[in-house]
């Protein structure tokens, strides 16, 4: 027995009957959107999608075979509603569907970032839960497709019926999610270990460290190409490693020496005091007041951030070095269509 604190749900413990007379409005069709959809009603289960009706996407999910609706509509005709578009207009599309959620709907989520900072409020008559995915939904429709699943998250944040919980696995299931995993969490650990995780190791973390070590050799005299392989284009073999065996896979796949200098040298740094801040701001809701503003101000650091990113060198040079490197799309792209 794995020794796991958090509570796992497979196959077994859901039952897809459980919302089998529903009508399920997924608002979206984008990543997660149709991903949810498309599983849904191959699952047996009553689909509308809602989107805007200049939404490119509407054809498409029409072609796909789905009914298409505006949000309002949708919501007002489903007894599950669930929230796909992006997190920032999650509060205005809210707004626009609220009538439509009835006593004892369901309003539900991919991520808990609107719930658990107060963008949202729904009443309290309506049960409020999370079923997310820990992968993109191109991965949550090709895995289900062959009869498997991606791992994912369920939470209850509001439970007005008494079946929150019992609906939430029922939709896991039916996604395809349980087949491989679903771990009960809550939306505020969602939420919190979701923005610490994406700011101080996956996102944030590993490109300061990838642009610091790049400039380090490059200012030292070393050529950027050079620097640009060994900081960046190498990560990927490090972190597919790490991915299908954690550090100890690795640590024994790379060169003695590698193991002893990085063992010896890695924590050099890292700033732990700066990722207890990140953490901080996280938890007493800073860093969700400043990204809410940003947004409200139409994002002119987002826009500075994101050009000063863009024109960094190691985007010019990996532009570059990667044109060189164009038979690895090729070579991915066939290891994807299945042998048989
Ligand atoms: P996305 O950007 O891929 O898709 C958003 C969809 O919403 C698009 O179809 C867009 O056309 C539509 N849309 C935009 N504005 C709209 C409006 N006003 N009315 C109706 N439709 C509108 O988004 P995504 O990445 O699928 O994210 C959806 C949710 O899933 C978010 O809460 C996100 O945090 C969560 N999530 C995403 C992933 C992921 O890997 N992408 C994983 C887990 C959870
Ligand atoms: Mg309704
Ligand atoms: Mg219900
Ligand atoms: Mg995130
Ligand atoms: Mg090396």
Redesign the pocket.
């Given at each position: 027995m794995t020794d796991i604190s958090a509570p796992v749900y497979y196959d077994d413990d859901a039952d897809v009957s459980t919302i089998e007379t529903e009508t399920v409005a997924v608002?979206?069709?984008?990543?997660?959107?149709?991903a949810h959809a498309l599983n849904l009603n191959d699952s047996g289960i009553d689909v509308i999608v809602?989107?805007?009706e200049d939404?490119?996407?509407w054809a498409e999910a029409e072609d796909a075979g789905l009914r298409v609706e505006t949000?309002d509509v949708a919501a007002a005709a489903a007894d599950r509603v669930v929230?796909?578009?992006?997190?920032t207009?999650?509060p205005?599309?809210y707004e626009?569907i609220k009538d439509g959620l009835e006593a004892g709907d369901t309003l539900q989520?991919?991520?808990g970032?609107n719930i658990h900072y107060g963008q949202i409020e729904p009443d309290e008559d309506v049960d409020v839960t999370m079923v997310?995915?820990?992968?993109?939904?191109h991965l949550v429709r090709r895995t289900y497709e062959r009869g498997e699943g991606t791992p994912g998250l369920m939470a209850v944040y509001q439970d007005a019926t008494g079946n929150a919980e019992a609906e939430a696995l029922a939709y896991a299931k039916a996604l395809g999610c349980t087949r491989a995993g679903v771990i009960g969490t809550t939306f505020q650990e969602e939420v919190e270990t979701d923005l610490f995780g994406e700011q101080a190791v996956l996102c944030g973390g590993v490109t300061e460290m990838v642009k610091a070590g790049f400039e380090t050799l490059v200012d030292a005299g070393y050529a950027p190409e050079m620097a640009y392989f060994e900081c960046l284009n190498e990560l990927k073999l490090i972190v597919d490693l790490m991915y299908e065996g954690g550090n100890m896979e690795m640590w024994n796949s790379v060169s003695d020496t590698a193991e002893y200098g990085g063992l010896t040298r890695g924590e050099e740094v890292i700033n732990r005091e700066g990722m207890e801040e990140i953490l901080e701001d996280v938890q007493n809701g800073e860093f969700a007041r400043e990204w809410i503003n940003e947004n409200q101000a139409n994002r002119p650091s987002y826009k500075q951030y994101r050009a000063a990113e863009q024109s960094h060198q190691v985007e010019q040079v990996g532009g570059e070095l990667r044109k060189l490197f164009a038979w690895d799309d090729e070579e991915e792209a066939s290891e994807e269509v299945p042998a048989d």
């Open positions: 608002l979206g069709y984008g990543s997660q959107g149709h809602g989107l805007r939404s490119d996407s949000p929230m796909l578009v992006p997190d207009i999650q205005a599309v626009a989520f991919a991520h970032f997310a995915p820990k992968s993109p939904g």
